[in-house]
Every structure is written in C-alpha cells, then in structure tokens.
C-alpha cells in the first residue's frame, strides 16, 4: 500500500480537483480551499454539480457493462475521492472476483480511499500513490503488477482526469497503457469538451487554473485520437448522459459538456 502521508503532505489550502468534485456531489471530504475554488466555478456554470453526477453515473454503466462482457480486472486512474458505487463495488456486487486497482497522486484522496477498504476484503482492490503523468511507473508499481494481469484482457478507466493534465501530450500517457493492455482490454474516458458551450467551458477552466488546478477542454477529434487504433464501441464518444443510458436522459442534456465513449484493442 505504501507509506501514509504525513501532514506536512495534505495541503488543504490548495484546491484539488478531485476535492472540488466531491463538492459537486455534495460530499464532505472537501476543504475551505476546494470549496471556494468549485463556489467561483459553479457561479460560472452552475450545471458543473449536474456534469457531476451524470459523470459518475457514466462510470457506473461503463464498468457494469465490462463487466457483464467478462472483464474482471480494472485499472481506475486519477480515481479520486471514494464516493457511493465506486469502481469496485459495482463491479464486485456482479462479479465478487473482479479486482480493482486505484491509482491516484493525492495524499488526502489515498488516506480516505485506505479508510474506505479497511473494511474490504483483503487482496480483490489496492489503492496506489502514483502520477497518471508517468504511466510506466504505474505500470511497473508492484502493487498494480501483483493484482493486474496484463496478459488478459482488463479496463483502463480514465474518467475526467486528462484534462487535469495541461502540460503533457494525451499520446504520452495513454499510448503507453493502451501498448500494456492485452487483445480484448478496454479503454474508459470521460472529458470535457469546448464543443459544448464554450463561453462556460473556458470560464471554468480560467477558475480552475487560478486555483492552481489548471484544465484544458478538448475537442471530440481529440479525444478520439486517445484511443489510437482501438475499436470505439457503440454508441461512439457522445455526452456522458446518452452513452447507454439505463433510465430517462436528462432533460438538461444541452448543459452536459462533457464527452464518453469505450474503446475495445482488437
């Protein structure tokens, strides 16, 4: 599991994008700093807490569906603040065998993700301190290598995380785990996008960046080119809300800037 961090380490005068999404879901594992950083985004758009819960619940489709398709091993980065119906107990509640490892660079986020599989049984789900940024060290980490079997199929979910990385390529973080995934993985991500409602999309992303958690948009062709030459499943990347939705889609669908789609390597 690795060393607990010190409090030296839990900057919690920082906003943190994992924290201000929990804030939009109306949880408490938030501080001052995250809540007035997601109160400056959400006076912009306020539909930022709606994005929320419909990327969520795409999250919750998605490993519902991999699983029902046989996968039994996920791979969650950028996992965030544990929240109801995470990866591993959607996906554990179908197939008690799956096994799920979450990989996230926040001290805070690894402390209460500890605090929430205390409980859990041992060796199915392991939560790892590692950088999204250096997907070869996440690869390599032995606690991923020791519950991840590369040479079957398995999921990579990358669900709102790669805009928090402004300053690298995509390519440079997803092309090394798309190379690592054996025949039959699949690939996750969710996005925000400017094609949607741009005048809100770049006004959050400026408060984001002043808040010291910097965010790009991208476009749907960008997005698209993640997944490099894997088959992107039906229904293709569309807004969160409308890929294989279980119940009635929101009536606020022109609110919902943020693409997700599931690709399969041949």
Known sequence: MGDQPTPAELETHIAHPARMYDYYLGGKDNYAADREAAEKSLAIAPELRLLARENRAFLQRAVRFLVNAGIRQFLDLGAGLPTQRNVHQVAQEIAPETRVVYVDNDPIVLVHARALL?????????????????????????????????????????????????????????????????????????????????????????????????????????????????????????????????????????????????????
């Open 118 to 266: 205390a409980s859990h049984s041992e060796g199915e789900t392991r939560v790892v301190q590692a950088d999204v940024r250096d997907p070869e060290a996440i690869l390599a980490h032995p606690d991923v290598r020791a519950l991840i079997d590369f040479d079957q199929p398995m999921a990579t979910m990358l669900v709102s995380v790669l805009q928090f990385v402004p300053d690298k390529d995509p390519e440079e973080i997803v092309g090394p785990l798309r190379a690592a995934m054996a025949p039959g993985s699949h690939l996750v991500i969710s996005h925000p996008t400017q094609d949607l409602r741009p005048d809100h999309v770049h006004g959050v992303a400026q408060t984001y960046t002043q808040a010291k958690a910097p965010a790009v948009p991208r476009r749907k062709a960008e997005i698209e080119a993640m997944f490099g030459d894997f088959e992107i499943l039906e229904p293709g990347i569309v807004q969160t809300s409308l890929w294989r939705p279980d119940g009635p889609v929101t009536a606020d669908l022109d609110l919902v800037w943020m693409y997700g789609a599931v690709g399969r390597k041949p």
